[in-house]
């Protein structure tokens, strides 16, 4: 057994060194595994993916959840789509490759498309001077309702300006992403409104970390939900209020502009943009 582990550890460390265009598929899968997980020590030790001292310090540390953080991860997928697109333009791939490239293709699309966005909250509240400091640093804490709510209604927003159009795969990757978010709105009702079992909520479709996530954090997932829906809602009250003047990108800069708020202040806000720009 630990002769089969160091070999796998050893093929994982030769690929690494391999340059881009000499990777098979299947190295190329391998690597970008190894790398992705390690940008995620919570990953690399709720899956156990590596092995011996390496796995040992991934175990005392946690994710950064910072924007560079983050800027990294975009900066990662993006390289591997580029990569993941020449090697299956390149090569001969059996029909289980190629289903893996495409599954890794759309989730990796969908991730570039809506999780830089999630950064813009982070950074403009750092970088808005106008804010007192205690929002600028959120010492009290985000507020998932505003800020992850934002993070769906940019996806959203992709699909609805039509960056799939013409994408079926990078749709369906879409797609996934919004039955997975109905998936977690059900099993949060479910554990705290309906008596639901932790099994009951695996079984539903959602992995054991995310539902104990949710059993310590009752309502965070339905909060994601009803943050984007707010927000859609002020949007399409600006729009039926403004008429022709409605502009989507001044809206935007509202609801960003205002920072991480409570949704009925972040309504007040929109109302006050309304009114301002119908000259009231």
């Known amino acids: 057994m630990k ?7 050893f093929l994982l460390a030769v690929v690494a060194t391999l340059p881009a265009q000499q990777r098979s598929i299947d190295q190329f899968f391998a690597a970008f595994t190894a790398d992705w997980i390690r940008q995620n020590p919570n990953q690399a030790a709720s899956t ?4 011996g001292e ?3 310090q991934f175990e005392r540390q946690i994710t950064p959840l910072t924007p560079e953080w983050r800027r990294a991860r ?5 390289r591997s789509l580029d990569e993941l697109n020449r090697i299956a333009k390149a090569s001969s791939l059996t029909d289980s490759q190629r289903v893996s490239a495409d599954l890794m293709r759309w989730q990796l699309e969908t991730f570039i498309r809506s999780d830089r966005y999630n ?3 982070v950074a403009l509240e750092l970088e808005n001077t106008d804010l007192p400091q205690f929002r ?3 010492a009290f804490g985000p507020i998932s309702a505003f800020s992850e709510g934002w993070g769906l209604y940019a996806e959203r927003l992709a699909a609805e300006l039509g960056w799939y159009d013409g994408d079926p795969e990078g749709l369906l990757g879409q797609l996934d992403s919004a039955l997975f978010r109905a998936r977690r709105l059900v099993v949060d009702t479910g554990l705290h409104a309906k008596r639901w079992t932790r099994q009951q909520a695996i079984d539903y479709g959602i992995e054991a970390s995310e539902v104990e996530r949710y059993v310590v954090n009752p309502g965070q997932a339905c909060s994601y939900m009803i943050g984007q829906l707010k927000i859609v809602e002020l949007r399409e009250k600006a729009r039926a209020a403004l008429g022709n003047r409605f502009s989507i ?6 609801v960003l502009g205002t920072g991480s708020v409570p949704l009925d202040l972040l309504e007040r806000q929109v109302d006050a943009y309304i009114r301002s720009s119908r000259g009231l």
């Open 3 to 9: 002769r089969t582990l160091l070999s796998a550890l």
């Open 48 to 51: 156990r993916f590596f092995t």
């Open 54 to 56: 390496e796995q040992r």
């Open 74 to 78: 975009v900066t990662l997928a993006e």
């Open 119 to 121: 950064d813009y909250l």
């Open 136 to 138: 600028q640093i959120r």
């Open 249 to 254: 990108r001044e809206f935007h800069n509202v």
